[in-house]
């Protein structure tokens, strides 16, 4: 699969590696009936991965860094996290240097425009199963080191991933990407949230893991036979409802409306980040009332947020550490302000929270940010 892939223009970027925008307190964006969430940042992992082809190249890692306006500490700092709009920025920068949707992570260069060649290829199929079989099958025809082949089941079919003969793919990077970007294309071309039945890794569990929330959500196994997603043959049936006139449109859209996670609004994770989100600059409610907000005992809520391998704070920090990091890039707000926006009444506890959350205090992120511009 091809992760990165500008337009005709080089205005336009059609894809770039797992990224959000980090807008507003509560944004969201539609695409025919998917909603994405726009509020969650990205581990600097993948900053460091997505740069790593084009070092290996002999290109100027923390020059192309300081074009995409980020500060060179993130490549030292395995606990930072990135500005989504940032990490977009870098990646349409490293694809048009490079002239590579691969971005230097496969063996062989893959030629810009691939990508909108496979939509136009595939839209007029009739349901998913068949537009996956036939994409999959074009992508054959590069010979690329790493290929995602589409096997189809009797109950159902997997997206697996083959790599052919070695090549880069730096911490598994472009394996997980190709993944990642099939499954939000099917999401794209049906109008759902294809749920993910399982995904299987063969190899350890990477010490990125806990990103895999957003990516691959649902039960992950690791150190299995091969490298695919799985998916149920209901989902596989479902028909495609885009057709060539929505093209442009969503390759405008692009990066977001294929890379971010398919929000789903009825898991209880979702329910609870939507109502602290509402409420990031005032005080944000605590757990008996957002159990109350759902119409549940606090005894449900906690059962049900384990079900989802979660917690009630866990999932507070994440929204306190995601807004902090948009108030930080936007350098509207004071630091001390900014604490209070995000419901901490004492300054030194922000600090050291932040710093937990990320590895580098406030002050030290604000400097990173402006290092970079």
């Given at each position: 699969m091809r992760p990165w892939a500008f337009s005709s223009s080089p205005r336009y970027c059609t894809l770039v590696l797992i990224s959000y925008y980090v807008h507003r307190k509560c944004a969201l964006t539609t695409t025919g009936s998917i909603f994405f969430m726009k509020t969650s940042t990205i581990a600097s992992h993948y900053v460091r991965a997505a740069i790593s082809g084009a070092v290996a190249q002999g290109h100027d890692g923390k020059a192309l860094l300081a074009k995409a306006g980020i500060g060179t500490e993130i490549l030292e700092e395995p606990k930072a996290r990135v500005y989504p709009d940032k990490?977009?920025?870098?990646?349409?920068?490293?694809?048009?240097?490079?002239?590579?949707?691969?971005?230097?992570?496969?063996?062989?260069?893959?030629?810009?425009?691939?990508?909108?060649?496979?939509?136009?290829?595939?839209?007029?199929?009739?349901?998913?199963?068949?537009?996956l079989e036939m994409g999959t099958r074009y992508y054959s025809l590069f010979d690329m080191a790493l290929h995602t082949q589409y096997e189809a089941g009797e109950a159902g079919g997997a997206l697996v991933v083959n790599e052919r003969r070695p090549c880069l793919n730096r911490q598994q990077y472009l394996t997980e990407y190709q993944l990642v970007l099939w499954h939000r294309l099917s999401c794209w071309l049906t109008g759902k949230r294809i749920p993910i039945q399982v995904a299987e890794f063969a190899y350890d569990k990477p010490k990125h893991a806990a990103e895999f929330h957003l990516f691959f959500y649902?039960?992950?196994?690791?150190?299995?036979?091969?490298?695919?997603?799985?998916?149920?043959?209901?989902?596989?049936?479902?028909?495609?409802?885009?057709?060539?006139?929505?093209?442009?449109?969503?390759?405008?859209?692009?990066?977001?409306?294929?890379?971010?996670?398919?929000?789903?609004?009825?898991?209880?994770?979702?329910?609870?980040r939507r109502i602290l989100e509402v409420s990031s600059g005032e005080e944000m409610p605590d757990f008996e009332s957002v159990a109350f907000q759902l119409n549940n005992s606090t005894q449900t809520l906690r059962r049900r947020l384990k079900e989802e391998?979660?917690?009630?704070?866990?999932?507070?920090?994440?929204?306190?550490?995601?807004?902090?990091?948009?108030?930080?890039?936007?350098?509207?707000?004071?630091?001390?302000?900014?604490?209070?926006?995000?419901?901490?009444?004492?300054?030194?506890?922000?600090?050291?929270?932040?710093?937990?959350?990320?590895?580098?205090?406030?002050?030290?992120?604000?400097?990173?940010?402006?290092?970079?511009?």
């Open positions: 990490l977009s920025k870098l990646m349409r920068i490293l694809a048009f240097e490079m002239q590579d949707e691969f971005l230097g992570q496969d063996d062989k260069p893959s030629r810009i425009g691939t990508f909108r060649t496979l939509c136009q290829l595939i839209i007029p199929c009739a349901t998913l199963g068949e537009a649902g039960e992950h196994k690791f150190n299995m036979p091969r490298t695919l997603l799985r998916i149920e043959q209901q989902y596989l049936d479902l028909p495609i409802i885009r057709n060539r006139s929505d093209l442009p449109g969503i390759m405008k859209e692009a990066p977001y409306a294929f890379l971010v996670k398919p929000n789903n609004t009825a898991s209880i994770n979702a329910q609870v391998q979660t917690s009630f704070q866990a999932i507070k920090d994440q929204v306190r550490r995601d807004m902090a990091i948009y108030y930080l890039s936007e350098n509207k707000f004071s630091i001390n302000e900014i604490a209070l926006r995000v419901g901490f009444t004492e300054p030194s506890t922000f600090h050291r929270a932040f710093k937990k959350w990320t590895g580098v205090t406030p002050g030290d992120y604000r400097l990173g940010e402006g290092s970079g511009e």
